[in-house]
């Protein structure tokens, strides 16, 4: 299944705290947490954010501190997925958590610019910029987290086996 959306795109070492600020962490709820999701850096993100929109960030994005508020808010802003060149090992495994499928694609990160329109294959790793006519590949999730991003998480997964 392929996800499409335009990119939102956002550089290195984008961090935890600016993804979701400290002051708004008084919150679990993801609606409420969306609402100020970027807002540091993007004002417009949280406000003109689609649903099926695409994050794309360089090396190291979330990095800082643990926080799943981080990709909780992504995913609740209605991003299906997001692509960088390269994820904070504990921002990976939070996304994966919560059932938010990131991909890893290196170098060629650099060649999405900001609103172009993407279509994404979560399954195979394929990535296609329907703006420019670039197809990269990234890594493919393993099939267990797309198992666990397809259950909407890894609670949700869990209970599904149960």
């Given at each position: 299944?392929?996800?499409?959306?335009?990119?939102?795109?956002?550089?290195?070492?984008?961090?935890?705290?600016?993804?979701?600020?400290?002051?708004?962490?008084?919150?679990?709820?993801?609606?409420?947490?969306?609402?100020?999701?970027?807002?540091?850096?993007?004002?417009?993100?949280?406000?003109?954010?689609?649903?099926?929109?695409?994050?794309?960030?360089?090396r190291n994005f979330g990095c800082g501190s643990s926080r799943e508020h981080?990709?909780?808010?992504?995913?609740?802003?209605?991003?299906?997925?997001?692509?960088?060149?390269?994820?904070?090992?504990?921002?990976?495994?939070?996304?994966?958590?919560?059932?938010?499928?990131?991909?890893?694609?290196?170098?060629?990160?650099?060649?999405?610019?900001?609103?172009?329109?993407?279509?994404?294959?979560?399954?195979?790793?394929?990535?296609?910029?329907?703006?420019?006519?670039?197809?990269?590949?990234?890594?493919?999730?393993?099939?267990?987290?797309?198992?666990?991003?397809?259950?909407?998480?890894?609670?949700?997964?869990?209970?599904?086996?149960?």
């Open positions: 299944m392929a996800l499409e959306g335009k990119v939102w795109r956002y550089g290195d070492n984008i961090d935890t705290d600016v993804i979701i600020p400290a002051r708004y962490l008084n919150t679990f709820d993801p609606q409420e947490l969306a609402k100020h999701c970027m807002v540091d850096i993007d004002e417009r993100f949280a406000k003109e954010v689609q649903p099926g929109d695409i994050m794309v960030g360089g981080a990709p909780v808010a992504i995913k609740a802003s209605g991003i299906p997925v997001v692509i960088a060149a390269s994820f904070a090992r504990i921002f990976y495994r939070n996304g994966i958590n919560i059932g938010l499928p990131l991909l890893e694609i290196g170098d060629d990160v650099q060649k999405i610019k900001a609103g172009d329109a993407l279509s994404v294959d979560v399954a195979t790793g394929v990535i296609k910029d329907l703006t420019t006519g670039d197809t990269f590949q990234a890594h493919p999730l393993p099939g267990f987290i797309q198992d666990i991003a397809k259950a909407g998480g890894l609670v949700e997964y869990v209970k599904q086996k149960a």
